[in-house]
């Protein structure tokens, strides 16, 4: 019948229980860094929607600013046009 095996009685569990603290610490590690990388995400998706918003709004007021622009020469050209006409009253002598 063969012999049992079993451990040396001077077995050193030193360099398992260091691995085994390595383990504990990068399993740490990496439950933190999906904390950080899912509220990074949710940061970043924020953000694009702010940059998103913030466009459509620059959009927005570069329209109104084309539209004030023409509107304002609207205006000047309906001033000179009055003012044509007023000098052309004047010039009757009525």
């Given at each position: ?38 509220r990074l995400t949710?940061?970043?998706d924020r953000l ?47």
């Amino acid at each position: 019948m063969p012999k049992p095996i079993t451990a040396p009685r001077s077995l050193d569990l030193h360099p398992i229980d260091r691995l085994e603290d390595r383990v504990k610490r990068l399993v740490t590690v990496v439950e933190h860094l999906r904390r950080e990388h899912a509220r990074l995400t949710a940061e970043n998706d924020r953000l694009t929607r702010e940059v998103d918003a913030m466009r459509s709004r620059v959009s927005e007021a570069e329209g109104a600013t084309a539209e004030m622009s023409f509107l304002r020469e609207e205006r000047d050209l309906i001033r000179s046009r009055v003012a044509e006409m007023l000098e052309q009253i004047e010039a009757l002598e009525l």
